[in-house]
């Protein structure tokens, strides 16, 4: 056995491509022997049994890669979307119950309503493991179950059911806008205070209908016993509606406006709209005048909060490159993504977010390195977005979109194709059109912050005129219920040039390529000494560890590198 796995082991260490030029990179040769050891022999594995070893001996066994060389038709796509809108509906209360004692002897029996129950609270986590919100995008409305009513004997309605939403880790959570019927309630009930049961001016405006209760003796949230007939049911005089209730959960809520980051994975579940309190049964209606009271109230109805999702942190690592670079065949042989692979431009036209698993299922890690929560990080993800071209930052190509994918990477790997012309001048436009996105993003901010600034003017002042006019905009900005996101400001990152980056040199198993690499490492140790200024011209661009791997990523080969340096500057 052990003879079979010197043997695998021999297959494995294959020498690197340019084993001359890697020396000279910053990983130290000990550790880098040690992940092609460790990732090989866990991704290759060793099937032929010793019968098949005798025969082997000379000859290695040529390891399968032909899932990195597939046929174009042969992949999987993964749904994907990094914001969406989301409707969420805490469920509503159920009726109270009018109900009354019957038994034998007992003529006219006290009330035993039960109360209605609470609705279905919504919760939210973020979670590892998922990548994209294209689920919730897919849903657009989420309700959680509606309280049961009431029964006789007592019985309370049950409660509704819970609404869990699990979304990636890094997920900006921001409000819309809510409609919260207990809140109107209260302002109903406040009116009423104050205008006696006669309407408030604004519904007056509104045009209500003369002699519609309101507040405290509205007739629509009552429930009268099924028993009643017509000419009894003008004669029923309602008591004062008790106050509106709210769940006692409901102090967990964020406060409104929501805006929540969830940066973190979440060991439990936060609360986002507690479900409505169920309406009274008609028990809490007895007074020394009306001791079998018909009548009990109706559940509250849930809260309905529009929200914005947005995916902040795409992937750990964001794949930059043109079109046909090697992309989707270097997450290929570094994940288990099943990327769509061809040999033309614009394979591929959605991310495609794929996981390195650094623990081997044995114990010991690829790459020991610790997240920032202290935990062990057991993987990282990559997002292999669509090729780049130039003027891509006037929208070209798939322009804008794609670099918003790029902003929201931690670590970038500039893909660069070594058969395809100069390097240099490849990663040179590269970087071009990511600070011309990024010079285009900050202005784009800026002018979002001057249109959100107030200019100050005391009201007496404005005539009225302006008055009239300022209020008419308002109602404008006013966005209806789940449509409009202008009202947000707009999301902010890191900006590109300060994140730490790396150059992974493909397609290095072709001829005449080697000149390229060492050209290319050459301009990139200037950069990094500070003889040539920084691709992207920006003062304060990251360069302190550039580095750079040639690899094949056809062949697998020098690809067992890039998890360790990844990894090292996910803790820049
Ligand atoms: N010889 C060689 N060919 C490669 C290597 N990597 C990728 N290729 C080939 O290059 C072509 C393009 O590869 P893709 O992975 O689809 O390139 P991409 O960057 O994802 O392309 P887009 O999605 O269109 O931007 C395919 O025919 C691959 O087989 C490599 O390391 N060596
Ligand atoms: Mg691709």
């Keep these: 056995m052990s003879l079979i796995r010197t043997s695998c082991l021999g297959g494995t260490l294959t020498p690197f491509l340019y084993p001359a030029l890697l020396l000279e990179s910053a990983v130290p040769s000990s550790r880098r022997l040690l992940f092609a050891r460790r990732l090989r022999s866990s991704s290759q594995r060793c099937t032929y049994s010793t019968a098949e070893y005798a025969s082997s001996q000379d000859e290695a066994p040529t390891p399968d890669y032909e899932?990195?060389?597939?046929?174009?038709?042969?992949?999987?796509?993964?749904?994907f979307a990094d914001r969406c809108i989301l409707t969420v509906e805490a469920g509503s209360g159920g009726h109270g119950c009018v109900s009354f004692v019957r038994e034998k002897y007992i003529e006219e029996g006290p009330p035993n309503g039960g109360d209605g129950g609470s609705g279905g609270n919504i919760y939210i986590q973020a979670v590892r493991g998922e990548t994209s919100l294209h689920k919730l995008a897919r849903r657009r409305l989420m309700k959680a179950g509606r309280?049961?009513?009431?029964?006789?004997?007592m019985r309370g309605g049950e409660r509704g059911a819970d609404?869990?939403?699990?979304?990636?880790?890094?997920?900006?959570?921001?409000e819309i806008q809510r409609r919260d019927a207990v809140e109107d309630a209260i302002q109903a009930q406040e009116d009423a205070r104050w205008y006696g049961n006669k309407p408030a001016p604004e519904e007056e405006e509104e045009g209500m209908p003369e002699g519609e209760e309101r507040g405290v003796y509205r007739k629509d949230q009552w429930l009268v016993f099924p028993g009643t007939i017509p000419s009894e049911l003008n004669r029923i005089t309602f008591p004062k509606l008790p106050p509106p209730r709210r769940s006692h959960l409901a102090s967990l809520q964020p406060q409104a406006p929501m805006w929540l980051d969830l940066d973190k994975h979440m060991e439990t579940p936060l609360l986002l709209a507690a479900g409505a309190m169920g309406g009274l049964g008609n028990p809490h209606f007895v007074t020394a005048n009306m001791s079998r009271p018909k009548m009990a109230t109706r559940g509250h109805e849930g809260m309905k909060i529009s929200l914005q999702l947005e995916l902040k942190i795409l992937a750990d690592l964001g794949l930059v490159g043109l079109p046909n670079a090697g992309k989707s065949t270097l997450l290929r042989a570094l994940s288990n993504s099943r990327a769509r692979i061809g040999n033309w431009a614009?394979?591929?036209?959605?991310?495609?977010?794929g996981t390195v698993?650094?623990?081997?299922?044995?114990?010991?890690?690829?790459?020991?390195?610790r997240g920032r929560d202290g935990e062990v990080k057991e993987n990282f993800t990559i997002a292999d977005v669509p090729g780049l071209i130039e003027d891509a930052h006037l929208d070209k190509g798939l322009?804008?979109?794609?670099?918003r994918h790029v902003e929201r990477a931690a670590v970038l790997a500039f893909v660069i194709d070594l058969s395809a012309g100069d390097a240099v001048a490849a990663l040179k436009l590269l970087w071009r059109e990511v600070s011309e996105y990024e010079a285009l993003r900050e202005k784009e901010l800026n002018a979002d912050t001057e249109r959100r600034m107030v200019t100050y003017k005391p009201a007496s002042r404005r005539s009225a005129q302006e008055q009239a006019q300022a209020q008419a905009q308002a109602e404008l900005d006013q966005p209806n219920f789940d449509h409009s996101i202008d009202a947000l400001p707009l999301l902010t990152s890191t900006t590109i040039s300060s994140k730490p980056w790396l150059v992974v040199a493909t397609k290095a198993d072709l001829p005449d390529t080697q000149q390229n690499y060492a050209d290319l490492q050459r301009y990139l140790q200037d950069v990094k000494m500070g003889v040539q200024p920084h691709p992207s011209s920006r003062k304060h661009a990251w360069k302190r560890n550039l580095q750079s791997v040639p690899v094949s990523a056809i062949r697998a080969e020098g690809v067992e590198v890039?998890?360790?340096?990844?990894?090292?500057?996910?803790e820049e």
């Design 399 to 403: 322009g804008l979109g794609f670099l």
């Design 346 to 353: 614009f394979t591929t036209l959605q991310p495609n977010v």
């Design 147 to 153: 309280g049961r009513n009431g029964q006789g004997k």
């Design 67 to 79: 899932h990195l060389n597939p046929t174009p038709d042969n992949y999987s796509l993964t749904p």
């Design 163 to 174: 609404v869990l939403i699990t979304v990636p880790v890094g997920t900006i959570v921001r």
């Design 562 to 570: 890039v998890p360790q340096l990844v990894m090292d500057l996910l």
């Design 357 to 369: 698993v650094l623990d081997n299922h044995k114990g010991r890690p690829t790459v020991f390195k």
